[in-house]
């Protein structure tokens, strides 16, 4: 199925009065953020996307594919990635990418390098071909995940669960996933991925109250940001293999 664009037609909050945002549209190759504190709603935002609700959740909201609600023949739209994302089959790394692509018609070979290329750029643990599913890191099993839905499924639409606290290197997740024309909708607190996003959907007491996109003072504050992020995630990494920082590596 060719998406052309996903509808989020409003529900209620969890005060039961109606969402103030009455509608949000998104097409291939947006990214969206759900922005709002814990208890705002986002999770359950996510889940009605996930679940293609058809105001028959507790939200009363509708999912909309290319302006008609989802039917039980347009299943597989959704890929849902959370923090405690995990593998339970016993296989290994090449057995699991050789079997996908063969449900999928897809030669096998080129694809198993390409993801492994790929998922090794969003972690700091090397991810290798005969390595056991079960031995995965939570980062290194998130990473691989990313790479298996961007270059390997076709599923359109991607959910991410609070990306930063995944172990992997959340801003090339998000233009992997972005840039295969993939929607992506990700709940976060991350200043700075808030800020990468195309738009971010302000959460409150359950409900949609407002849709933004970032300026261009935002946008030059997410640059500093960003130097920021990344001068913690290298001492970080520094830290993790046992060395020792000086005030040059902290800067």
Do not use: W
């Not at 909309?64 to 039980?72: M, Q």
């Amino acid at each position: 199925m060719i998406i052309e664009k996903m509808t989020i037609l409003s529900g209620t909050d969890k005060q039961g009065k109606a969402e103030p945002l009455k509608q949000v549209d998104l097409f291939p190759g947006d990214s969206l953020a759900l922005v709002g504190p814990t208890g705002s709603g986002k999770s359950e935002l996510l889940s009605d996307i996930e679940q293609a609700a058809c105001g028959d959740t507790r939200s009363g909201r509708t999912i909309l594919i290319n302006g008609n609600p989802l039917t039980g023949t347009s299943t597989g739209l959704v890929a849902t990635l959370s923090q405690k994302t995990n593998f339970v089959m016993d296989a290994s790394v090449e057995q699991f990418i050789m079997l996908h692509a063969e449900s999928r018609g897809r030669e096998g070979e080129p694809l198993l390098t390409s993801i492994l290329d790929m998922a090794n750029g969003l972690c700091g643990e090397p991810i290798t071909r005969d390595m056991s599913l079960q031995v995965l890191s939570g980062g290194q099993a998130r990473a691989l995940m990313i790479a298996d839905i961007a270059l390997l499924s076709n599923t359109p639409i991607v959910l991410i669960d609070e990306v930063e606290n995944a172990g992997i290197h959340k801003f090339k997740a998000l233009e992997v996933l972005a840039g295969h024309r993939k929607i992506v909708i990700s709940a976060t607190h991350d200043p700075v991925l808030i800020l990468m996003n195309d738009t971010r959907l302000v959460m409150k007491t359950g409900g949609m109250t407002a849709l933004l996109s970032a300026n261009d003072g935002e946008r030059e504050y997410a640059e500093q940001l960003k130097k920021m992020d990344g001068a913690l995630m290298q001492a970080r990494e520094c830290l993790r293999r046992g060395q020792t920082l000086g005030l040059q590596e902290a800067m």
